[in-house]
């Protein structure tokens, strides 16, 4: 009878996929006697593929780093990453969730998560499985790569129309220029001198929100503009 795995293991015979079809050379009729043989050195399994450039693996996190700004919280589609009992400016990413999608790594401000090469993330128990502070890393950004045909290359149309972007803005009649909002801001986005009114660049901000919880006057405000 042809069902799915028999396409596939006819598909293996012509084509080279990226990872081994099979932990030994070929279908074993009991996977749990194939590992127990290879433990006796009666069978040799296949070494594992190489992870390459690209490989998202388990998150990197640098707590040091880290300005708890809740970014990640809010773009992880998995609700994988929490806010730390222990810490609560800080975070703990609960691998056992991850998804590996990468828009944590992408939208924090300060380079504090990054993707490894780390996928040997099973465990028996998997409430301990998190990532609490793994250290400074190299951070590398996942934009899709693509390969043409010489002569191929398609025409990249351009972004045209207003777009709606959420920041916050600083209601002048209530700053009194403490240059708090400023201090803590992770992209430089607020601008003003002491004991003056301050101006959020509303193309820099990432409505992070640490500029209106720390702001002693509520003199800051989330608003919708177009830009």
């Not at 099979?22 to 074993?28: G, I, L, R």
């Not at 924090?108 to 502070?133: E, G, H, W």
């Amino acid at each position: 009878m042809l069902n799915w795995m028999s396409v596939q293991i006819i598909r293996h015979l012509f084509c080279r996929c990226f990872t081994n079809p099979y932990p030994v050379d070929h279908m074993p009729d009991d996977l749990t006697g194939a590992l127990e043989a290879a433990g006796k050195g009666e069978i040799s399994l296949n070494d594992p593929v190489e992870t390459w450039g690209r490989f998202r693996g388990k998150v990197g996190y640098d707590k040091n780093t880290c300005i708890g700004c809740g970014m990640c919280i809010k773009v992880c589609p998995a609700n994988a990453i929490h806010r730390s009992p222990d810490e609560p400016k800080k975070i703990v990413v609960y691998n056992d969730r991850c998804c590996f999608c990468a828009q944590c790594n992408d939208i924090c401000p300060v380079d504090a998560l990054t993707m490894t090469q780390d996928f040997a993330i099973s465990t028996y128990d998997r409430k301990s499985n998190v990532t609490l502070d793994s250290g400074k890393a190299e951070r590398k950004p996942f934009q899709k790569e693509w390969t043409y045909r010489e002569g191929e290359i398609p025409e990249v149309p351009e972004t045209k129309g207003p777009v709606e972007k959420e920041v916050y803005s600083v209601i002048e009649e209530k700053c009194v220029g403490c240059t708090i909002c400023a201090k803590v801001c992770p992209t430089k986005a607020i601008e003003g001198k002491v004991k003056e009114k301050h101006v959020i660049d509303p193309e820099k901000c990432v409505a992070c929100g640490l500029c209106e919880e720390k702001c002693p006057k509520d003199a800051i405000e989330k608003k919708t503009v177009t830009l």
